[in-house]
């Protein structure tokens, strides 16, 4: 099916349930599509099962999609742009994110020339990835990702990863989304990170929309209950919750299972297992649980699901729309709790 094609799926006769993001007048669906795995996070995706993958996502009715130019040094924003590029604008929302620059590799060393990818991607491209956050490189990356994805905008702009970079971030990031924010080139702005303190200064220091928290508010982390959740709930900030499946130990607990991008610790996978094992007794699937359960807390808007073909897609739409006894909810938090005794 190309992105031309009619929505014939049962599927795209359902809309998911739109949610709010902060007072920003921007509005996402519970469910939305996460661009890292189409950039050959782990492993490499062709182009065609990547069209599938957003095509998919587009027919179960989901209308927000989230990329970043770290993402397979550009390719997720390529491929993005090329798979949306004949669907209405204004029926989808959109975003991506600022901190890396993508510059031409050098030419001498081990990066000259391209080669695999060091940070999880399985890629090779000429460019290397240089952390900027200055007000400068902020605009520069935004205008290289519209260069990418083949749009005039895009509806939310997120800083990416400041860890390092907490202060130039606060305050030379910040005040160029918010000025980009008023002049309407996006429309809603926040940071992305996988850590929760950061993310709550953020919210409580600065005027921002939303922010996308990966791996920290899963059935195997709870740590952005703590601060980050209330603080947002408080500040009227959305969240997106990301990395719902700890990057793969409670999609599938196998013993090579990943947990937050590296191979997954015995114990972990002795914890997702148990989790399995008391989501199979209230006839649920662990993934199903795992993708449902931030949606109950206020806060959040929803949830990334990244899929690098049509059939992953579908198969996270389908189980949206399982029955999910009341107290499997109680069991897992039991379980957790238990797990990190």
């Known amino acids: 099916m190309t992105a031309a094609s009619p929505d014939r799926s049962p599927a795209a006769r359902l809309a998911l349930p739109l949610r709010p993001l902060g007072r920003s007048g921007v509005a996402v669906t519970e469910i939305s599509f996460g661009g890292a795995a189409i950039g050959n996070l782990f492993t490499a995706v062709t182009d065609d099962d990547a069209q599938g993958a957003v095509d998919a996502a587009w027919d179960g009715g989901i209308r927000y999609f989230d990329t970043a130019p770290h993402y397979g040094l550009g390719l997720s924003e390529r491929r993005l742009g090329a798979a949306l590029r004949d669907r209405p604008r204004g029926d989808y929302v959109i975003s991506t994110k600022v901190g890396r ?11 000259a020339g391209g080669g695999r990818d060091a940070e999880g ?7 290397v990835r240089r952390f ?46 918010a000025r980009l924010r008023a002049e309407g080139v996006v429309r809603a702005i926040g940071v992305g990170m996988n850590q929760t303190e950061m993310l709550t200064r953020f919210v409580r220091e600065t005027d921002i929309d939303v922010v996308l928290v990966a791996g920290r508010y899963t059935l195997l982390d709870r740590t952005a209950a703590d601060m980050l959740l209330p ?29 937050d991008y590296a191979a997954a610790p015995g ?5 997702a297992l148990r989790l399995q094992e ?6 649920v699937p662990l993934r199903a649980a795992a993708a449902r359960f931030p949606l109950a807390h206020p806060a959040v808007a929803s949830v990334l699901i990244g899929a690098r ?33």
């Not at 620059?101 to 030419?107: H, I, K, R, V, W």
């Not at 200055?134 to 290289?144: N, P």
């Not at 990863?161 to 005040?175: C, K, N, T």
């Open 101 to 111: 620059l993508l510059e031409p590799a050098p030419s001498t060393g081990p990066t």
């Open 121 to 127: 991607f399985d890629v090779r491209s000429g460019l």
């Open 132 to 177: 900027d956050y200055s007000a400068d490189g902020v605009r520069r990356s935004l205008e290289a990702s519209l260069g990418r994805l083949g749009l005039d905008r895009v509806d939310i702009a997120l800083i990416h990863d400041p860890d390092a970079h907490g202060e130039q971030a606060l305050r030379e990031a910040y005040p160029a989304l």
């Open 231 to 259: 603080a947002a709930l408080e500040r009227g900030v959305s969240v997106i919750a990301g990395g719902v499946f700890n990057s793969g130990v409670l999609a599938a607990p196998t013993p090579d299972a990943t947990y």
């Open 267 to 271: 114990s972990l996978i002795s914890r």
């Open 278 to 283: 008391i989501s199979a007794q209230a006839g």
């Open 309 to 341: 073909n049509a059939a992953e897609v579908t198969d996270a739409i389908t189980l949206r729309g399982l029955d999910i006894p009341p107290e499997l909810w109680e069991s897992l938090a039991t379980a957790q709790e238990k797990g990190r005794a």
